[in-house]
């Protein structure tokens, strides 16, 4: 299909998902997820073809352009299948349902995904890309399967569905839940087992930043001061940060690198990576202030400011990987284009950059990237450091004037409520860590925004926004980010009217979220259509499991808010997953977290007085994650562990443990010595 000179559009039309739009005019016959599709697959007695992708999604542009755009394949597609586009991160239930059906089948998955479903939903086979032949062939023997072998194909899709059941739902145990410092060790040796001790991150290839692994991992170095932990997390953000996958000129992270070496990314862009790293390396610069850590949380959210933000202060989905037709055209640099942009400066930054040596790429093109640091860097060719940094940010600003002459990557310009919250909370992180209070103000913009647009004042919340129109059900991870995010944005900006959100929102999902036989809450309401299958999300991925930030939620609630109750559920929902812990600990690390809440010592720091905002401001550039902050300058407040604990003219702290607080002190070093002893 000539995309400049459209045909008929399919079904498609009148949605919003850049995804979806992208295929508005294929010859595919695509419909949206709905009744509609669902009703005619019934009605024809047809299978539902449904293809899964998202808008950044490099290999789903490809499959487009071979298959879906194909004529001759269109006709076997309308023929045979109700065809159903799904943008994965509008629809991320119904994404889990059939990749993890695909994982079942084959033990991997990805994007684009293309399952086979009976008329009613249910998967009965899957993959993911497929080059044009190969998928003729698929289609027509499906095709041949659904017409002649149609029982055993209902018998297929009836194991599957068992399987996607059982493989979601987490029994409770009847045992009163124990938790020991022994089980967090274990978790933190798994872990480092996997770790690539010489380039970072996870061993092997491709290499994915997860920083809830990371996360963890400095978490329980405050603990244990185990300094082989953190120097695995400083070696993985140090080469991450030198490496092709991050960005050096414009700033930000790709999603990941194709492989071991951090050199290769492919290059979409992800909101949601890069407000978790934000927060990660903010974090980390709070235990040891390395200047390359701030330079990337500066320079990244400067990218997310200039390419994800929304005129409303809220921030858009992503960028593509591809920009007229190519994977990283964007991005990548030849020699004589350096020369032309920086002339006499070329030479050194041509070798600061690696170009034509480790940078080389492919078809004359490089990625940038730094094999050394700036002051071994600056020592090797007897320069001071301070001349080094001088030259490189006029040069990074030339670049960056230049590559806003290119044709950009395309932007998916999706308003989601949860990867919101996780820029707010980055931003959260970020002002805490380098006391800058643009960083708060934009934090506080954006919640503005989703709170007045995507929230109900009971606590009903929408996944997406669309202008100031919000859309779609929300799903329980945009209340559990969004609420970690608003509990987060109270600690820095003393306003309480954040934290009570954050009790709405809570209390919200559990009553609508919470389901027979199960601690752990569903990741679709009671109101919500049924799918194929219940699905209760658990497993920490790139973004931690729903279930693991609302455990730590209700944690801190509970602390905030001296309700028990709440206490008890996070302390259930732990002690169901924990046997999961230690077998797989790269995939329940943000549970590991709440893990460590709960085997040391856990303390609320009540900050009251006028002076209350200099003393968060003291408190929050240290790394101190055994503590929650609920500081007021104000006696008006109906926050229950804030109650009786002003007096004129005096700024105290208390330090609290569920209602019960030690003697006030007047210093934050009083403080600090409190909670070590």
Not at 204 to 232: C, M, R, S
Not at 562 to 579: C, F, H, T
Not at 649 to 676: D, F, H, I, N, R
Request: hydrophobic share 35%.
């Amino acid at each position: 299909m000539n995309k400049s000179n459209p045909g008929k559009p399919n079904h498609l039309k009148g949605q919003t998902s850049p995804y979806l739009l992208q295929h508005l005019y294929n010859p595919v016959d695509w419909y949206p997820w709905g009744e509609e599709a669902l009703e005619k697959a019934k009605k024809e007695n047809k299978p539902l073809l449904v293809s899964i992708g998202y808008s950044a999604c490099h290999w789903c542009h490809v499959m487009e352009n071979e298959s879906f755009e194909d004529q001759e394949v269109a006709d076997i597609m309308n023929k045979n299948f109700v065809c159903i586009k799904v943008d994965r991160e509008e629809r991320p239930d119904i994404d889990h349902i059939y990749m993890n059906s695909v994982q079942l089948l084959s033990g991997r998955g990805g994007w684009p995904l293309n399952c086979f479903a009976l008329p009613d939903g249910r998967p009965f086979w899957g993959g993911t890309y497929f080059p044009k032949e190969q998928w003729k062939s698929i289609l027509e023997r499906v095709q041949e399967l659904y017409v002649k072998q149609i029982a055993d194909l209902e018998d297929q899709a009836e194991k599957i569905t068992l399987g996607l059941s059982q493989s979601s739902f987490i029994k409770p145990k009847e045992e009163k839940a124990v938790f020991k410092r022994e089980e967090a060790k274990r978790m933190a040796e798994n872990l480092m087992e996997y770790m690539d001790p010489v380039e970072g991150g996870i061993k092997g290839a491709p290499k994915f930043p997860i920083p809830n692994n990371f996360a963890f991992l400095l978490h329980y170095y405050h603990h244990t001061k185990d300094t082989k932990v953190l120097e695995q997390v400083f070696l993985t953000l140090k080469k991450m940060a030198m490496g092709g996958i991050y960005d050096q000129i414009g700033g930000g992270f790709a999603r990941y690198s194709t492989d071991k070496n951090w050199k290769v990314p492919h290059f979409e862009k992800m909101l949601y990576d890069n407000a978790q790293l934000i927060s990660l390396y903010a974090n980390a610069y709070k235990i040891k202030p390395e200047p390359l850590f701030e330079e990337v949380v500066s320079e990244t959210i400067a990218f997310v400011e200039r390419e994800l933000a929304s005129p409303d202060g809220t921030f858009y989905a992503a960028l593509d990987a591809d920009s007229e037709g190519e994977e990283g055209k964007y991005y990548v640099w030849n020699e004589k284009e350096f020369e032309n942009v920086l002339g006499d400066k070329a030479s050194l930054m041509k070798e600061y950059y690696n170009l034509n040596g480790k940078g080389f790429w492919e078809n004359g093109k490089n990625i940038l990237l730094k094999d050394e640091t700036d002051e071994n860097f600056a020592s090797a060719h007897e320069m001071p450091v301070d001349e080094l940094k001088t030259l490189v940010l006029k040069a990074k600003k030339e670049l960056l004037k230049a590559l806003s002459k290119r044709v950009k990557p395309g932007l998916d310009n999706k308003v989601l409520v949860s990867w919101n919250a996780l820029m707010i909370k980055g931003l959260c992180d970020a002002s805490a860590a380098f006391q800058q209070p643009e960083y708060l103000a934009k934090a506080q913009t954006a919640a503005e925004f989703i709170c007045n647009h995507a929230m109900k004042s009971n606590g009903e919340l929408f996944r997406l926004i669309n202008g100031k129109k919000p859309s779609i059900e929300a799903f329980l991870e945009d209340y559990a980010l969004l609420a970690d995010a608003l509990i987060s944005l109270y600690q820095v900006s003393l306003d309480s009217k954040w934290l009570h959100k954050a009790k709405t929102l809570t209390a919200y999902a559990l009553e609508n979220f919470s389901k027979p036989g199960t601690a752990m809450l569903s990741f679709t309401s009671k109101q919500a259509e049924e799918l194929a299958a219940p699905f209760y999300e658990f497993h920490d991925n790139v973004i931690p499991s729903s279930n693991s930030v609302m455990g730590r939620n209700l944690f801190a609630l509970a602390n905030y808010f001296e309700n028990a109750g709440w206490g008890q559920r996070s302390s259930d929902m732990l002690r169901d997953i924990k046997d999961h812990l230690e077998k797989f600990s790269s995939s329940y690390s943000n549970w590991g977290r709440l893990l460590l809440q709960h085997v040391y010592p856990f303390y609320t720091l009540a900050i009251t007085g006028s002076r209350a905002e200099t003393k968060v401001r003291e408190i929050s550039q240290m790394y101190l994650p055994e503590k929650i902050m609920a500081p007021s300058k104000s006696k008006d407040t109906n926050i229950p562990v804030l109650q009786q604990r002003f007096q004129e003219g005096e700024t105290l702290l208390y330090v609290c443990s569920m209602g019960s607080c030690q003697l006030p002190v007047k210093t934050t070093e009083e403080a600090l010595k409190q909670m070590q002893e």
